[in-house]
């Protein structure tokens, strides 16, 4: 099994639907990291969890909501999806060193 | 406002040859400057990391260059081989606070036999 898993890999939805994208990690950090992926933009940063409870925004937090529901879940809300939210989303766990960072295979997110 | 920036959004070399890809940086708040290669489908796997206070680091085919007075970083596979090719993604992370990666834009880097 991997060590970050989430699901959906794929999925298409309508302008304005709620959609939560899932992550779970068995690799026992305590943090947790949504990204987004555009082309020409590399990955940009939406939230982070240092734990359960504790949520932090990053750069490009507007029309995104998280919940950490334990230390080892993690999930990615779009409220009201939007056609710029199509893009490759990637979760992320890491230990405390500068190089521990381990991320999911991503959920490819089309909004029409 | 982009703080790592990789100019080059593709490369294409030779098997057997060197490939470099380069990274440049605008904030001198990073401790940490990784590079990151992703295969399509799957997410980032980290290859290699250098600290602030060296300028090089090398783990068999792959060195990490780091010039702080240019701002600039350099990764250097030598010899490249086939199954490099994949974007490879420049990260540094921030000294302060919550630690975060910074990434750049990616180069996808291309092996021709």
């Known amino acids: 099994d991997a060590d970050v898993t989430q699901t959906p890999r794929n999925r298409i939805t309508k302008t304005g639907k709620r959609i939560m994208l899932e992550c779970s990690q068995t690799k026992g950090h305590d943090r947790m990291y949504w990204y987004r992926q555009d082309p020409g933009l590399g990955l940009r940063l939406i939230y982070y969890s240092f734990d359960v409870k504790d949520i932090n925004k990053g750069e490009i937090s507007d029309g995104y909501s998280v919940s950490r529901q334990a230390q080892a879940k993690f999930s990615l809300s779009l409220e009201s999806a939007i056609p710029n939210q199509t893009a490759l989303y990637f979760c992320?766990?890491?230990?405390?060193?500068?190089?521990?960072?381990?991320f999911g295979s991503g959920t490819r997110l089309t909004v029409v | 406002d982009q703080q790592v920036k990789q100019n080059s959004p593709s490369l294409s070399v030779q098997e057997g040859r060197i490939s470099i890809l380069n990274c440049d940086y605008t904030?001198?708040?990073?401790?940490?400057f990784l590079w990151y290669k992703k295969y399509p489908a799957e997410g980032p796997t980290f290859l290699i990391s250098?600290?602030?206070?060296?300028d090089k680091n090398e783990d068999g085919r792959f060195t990490v260059f780091l010039n702080k007075s240019a701002k600039h970083l350099s990764l250097h596979i030598v010899p490249s081989q086939p199954g490099d090719s994949a974007v490879y993604f420049c990260?540094?992370?921030?000294?302060?606070?919550?630690?975060?990666?910074?990434f750049g834009q990616g180069t996808r880097l291309t092996i021709n036999p």
């Open positions: 250098i600290s602030s206070i060296k």
């Open positions: 990260a540094a992370r921030e000294i302060q606070g919550a630690q975060k990666l910074v």
């Open positions: 992320a766990t890491r230990d405390r060193g500068p190089d521990g960072y381990t």
């Open positions: 904030n001198s708040m990073f401790d940490y």
